[in-house]
């Protein structure tokens, strides 16, 4: 399973080191890389309305999976951007990020996946408790409104593929306000 | 070497020519496609001769000029030019043209002419990107009269040392300023109008609040989404600082003095 998460990382490196990514390879990377976290973490959240309407209970570990598959991108992403694109420039990352809304955005649906990712392991769901373990992880709704905004906002003016993206994440948000899960007895 | 290069650039880093293959395949020219590598791929094939320009507005005779009459008596220089992107990157392009003020001279402005218009062709069965409207076509461009007859102000006809631009850099006729970010450089231009109005331009039009009428390049005035205090020289690894008119402050600056470039962006 992980394989298939993993998979393109060695495609993209294979891309870099045969030069073809094109003129500018770190800012073709960044996107690259931007674009599979943000697949994966759409990809997580459309588990849970396929559960319901198929009753499939085991749908639940690939819910987790897909969550750290986007996670993984996220920070693929993050190391290029840090490491290729700015080469650890502290002072212009800081500023980038304080500065430009579209940095600060995409940087704070990645600082909202990583207590999910810590707290991912079943242990954890035990530790906490089901229902301020899943109070915990409506966080991922409010990292994939940032991760969208964080796409529509980066590039220049062809806003056909962020608004896919977006699309599709409100179609599976909106399935969850439209489709409550019957209450407990 | 590398002291030498310090010696000769005043340690500015040295501006090494792009390879061709890069300066030809990674371009911005939205009427063949967004994507950067779609330009090369999807003008394979458009044909731009016979060429004629139309010239229009304050001048002595507004008239189709064909391509020669309008620049084949003029004198074509190589010039070697640095060009930054306001997406942040950047290039060192070796031109062949001609200087745009013996064109305009040619053409003959009346003295009322304050300002001179360049508009791409419009022609969605040529050019698969205006299809879609993803600006308002077609692409226009414009400089301030006294930006035009500057001596760097350059209307590329070649580049690489060839004398013919391939398609996707803007064949046959195509506008360099080297002060200000690229999309200045209107390409393709079947229409020049001189005008005594600042003209409309098309990122202007698109999204007034990031994209000016100057767009001179400047890296203390940031782009309301990123950063424009550096740059990645294509083919580079780190970024290197911008510099205030993309280093050609010597001579551009005097155009703009006692204007404030940060509303003037």
């Not at chain 1, 996107?31 to 009753?55: C, D, E, N, Q, Y």
């Not at chain 2, 320009?53 to 220089?77: C, H, M, N, T």
Request: hydrophobic fraction near 45%; proline fraction near 6%; aromatic fraction near 12%.
């Amino acid at each position: 399973m992980w394989a298939l998460v993993i998979l393109p990382a060695p495609m993209l490196v294979a891309q870099l080191l045969l030069d073809q990514l094109g003129a500018d390879p770190i800012d073709k990377l960044e996107r690259l890389t931007g674009h599979w976290a943000l697949r994966f973490l759409i990809a997580s959240l459309a588990v849970t309305p396929l559960m319901r309407l198929t009753g499939w209970g085991w749908l639940v570990a690939q819910r987790r999976f897909l969550g750290l598959a986007a996670f993984f991108w996220a920070i693929g992403h993050l190391s290029v951007y840090t490491v290729l694109d700015w080469f650890f420039d502290w002072q212009e990352i800081t500023k980038d990020i304080l500065k430009h809304l579209y940095i600060t955005v995409g940087m704070t649906a990645f600082v909202l996946m990583v207590p999910l990712a810590l707290t991912s392991t079943k242990a954890s769901i035990k530790r906490l408790g089901g229902v301020r373990w899943n109070r915990l992880h409506s966080l991922v709704y409010v990292s994939v409104i940032a991760g969208c905004l964080h796409f529509f906002w980066a590039v220049k003016k062809d806003v056909t593929e962020p608004l896919i993206y977006a699309g599709i994440a409100m179609v599976l948000l909106a399935f969850r306000v439209v489709w409550q899960p019957p209450a407990r007895r | 070497a590398a002291l030498e290069a310090m010696a000769r650039t005043g340690g500015a880093q040295e501006d090494k020519v792009t390879p061709e293959e890069d300066a030809t395949s990674y371009n911005n020219f939205y009427e063949f496609g967004t994507d950067k590598e779609e330009p090369k791929v999807l003008s394979r094939g458009f044909v731009s001769t016979p060429w004629t320009v139309q010239v229009e507005g304050l001048v002595k005779k507004p008239r189709p000029y064909s391509y020669d009459e309008l620049v084949g008596k003029i004198a074509v220089q190589d010039r070697t030019y640095r060009m930054r992107c306001v997406e942040a990157w950047s290039m060192v392009i070796p031109w062949r043209g001609v200087q745009l003020r013996d064109v305009i001279n040619r053409v003959e402005p009346l003295p009322s002419a304050k300002f001179v218009e360049f508009t791409t062709l419009f022609d969605p069965k040529r050019m698969p990107g205006q299809r879609s409207a993803v600006l308002p076509w077609p692409y226009k461009e414009a400089l301030r009269m006294d930006e035009a007859m500057h001596p760097l102000a350059l209307l590329a006809t070649g580049m690489y040392g060839k004398s013919t631009l391939p398609p996707q850099n803007g064949a046959p006729l195509r506008l360099v300023t080297p002060w200000k970010y690229g999309f200045k450089g209107v390409k393709s231009i079947v229409k020049i109008r001189f005008t005594d109005r600042m003209p409309n331009t098309t990122w202007n039009d698109a999204n007034p609040s990031e994209y000016g009428f100057y767009a001179n390049v400047n890296p203390t005035v940031d782009h309301p989404r990123w950063s424009q205090a550096k740059e990645r020289r294509i083919g580079e690894f780190l970024k290197r600082n911008t510099l205030m008119f993309n280093g050609y402050a010597d001579q551009v600056a005097s155009l703009y003095s006692g204007m404030d470039l940060r509303r003037n962006y």
